[in-house]
Each structure stands twice: as C-alpha cells, then as structure tokens.
C-alpha cells in the first residue's frame, strides 16, 4: 500500500484489564490527528456472547471457527478499504491468537484449510501493539468479572500470555506494552508505540 494509504494495527496481547478502553484511546487518538478510525471487534469473545463455545462444539473446531471468521473478517476489511487514504483499520486481536490455545502445527494446518500461513498473516499488519497480561506485573488486580472469555486461572493467564508474546516478538513491527495500575501511563506508552510503528 502506498504513502497515505489504508494502514492496519493489530492490538494483541494476553488477558489485559482496559483493553476496550485502551482501543476507544486509540480510535480518538489517531481520529483526532485526521485519520478514519475503523476499529475491527474480537472474535472470540462475540462468539461466547451469542452462546457458542468450545464446550458445546469442540475445543478445535471452535478455534477453526474463530480463525475462519477472523480470515473472513480481515478479507472483506481489506477489500474494502485498501485503497482509502488516510485510513486506519484497528484490528482486535488475529488468527495467531489461537497459540495461547493450540500447538503452531495444529494453527497451520488449520490457516492451510483456508488458504493462508502465519507469515501471510502477520505480514498484513503495518504494526502491532502487544498488551501484557496485568497478571504479571499487578496480580491482585486480575480478574474476570468484566469479561467472561477471560481465563479465570491467573498463572495460566501468565502462562498463554508469554507463549504468545514469545512468537509475536519474532516480528520486528511490534511493541510491547506493560500494563499498569494508571490508565494514562499505560495510555501515554501506546501513543508513543503507535508514533514509533
């Protein structure tokens, strides 16, 4: 895509408390410097919302559903607003994602089904933002009450959040963002992220 055109950020990460908040901060941030914002929901938790879960279907088959809708997802996206200038298209969360649930072999025969590889995903991003997991560094704040797609099990919260950030920082388009107990520290290093990206 040329200079001006249709930009993507991908926002990931383990389970971090302020995600939503953090994505509304960075839609008005880049909207504010002239941009069209348009911010792509996550998958997995909208599923959940509407009663489908890997409980009912299949641990695998509900992750194939969630990569599926999101291929989908970023296909009509890309489609559409490829060659808008000054756009930028906010995606929350990717089919890589899936790695805090299943093994790379199993994700790649899964993205082989539907025509796509991890490197032809991750190259579609112009930047990625990593949000830790407030686990790691203030557990007492970690919960799921605000989100039941969150893992109630704090270290194995831990556990899928650096197994992901470990494959995630093999690209060199991405920054990783500590959570903190202030909203505007953890709000001033996004801004910085996205300025540097």
Known sequence: ?????????????????????????????LSAKGYKVIVIDEVP???IKTGIAYEKIGKLEFIELII????????????????????IVIFDGSPLDSLKFI??????????KHGMSIDKIVTKYDAII???????????????DNNIARLP?????????????KYYNKYRKISVIECEN?????NNNIKKAIETL
């Open 1 to 29: 895509r040329g200079v001006g055109y249709m930009k993507s950020i991908l926002i990931t990460g383990g389970a971090c408390a302020g995600k939503t908040t953090s994505l509304e901060m960075i839609k008005n941030y």
């Open 45 to 47: 938790t909208n599923l």
């Open 68 to 87: 599926k809708t999101q291929i989908n997802n970023e296909k009509e996206i890309f489609e559409k607003y490829d060659n808008e200038k000054n756009t």
């Open 103 to 112: 093994t790379e072999n199993e994700l790649e025969n899964i993205l082989k």
């Open 130 to 144: 990593f949000l830790q997991t407030i686990a790691k560094k203030y557990p007492e704040l970690y919960s799921n």
């Open 153 to 165: 099990d704090i270290n194995l919260a831990i556990e899928r959040n650096d197994r992901l950030e």
């Open 182 to 186: 202030d909203i505007n520290i953890k």
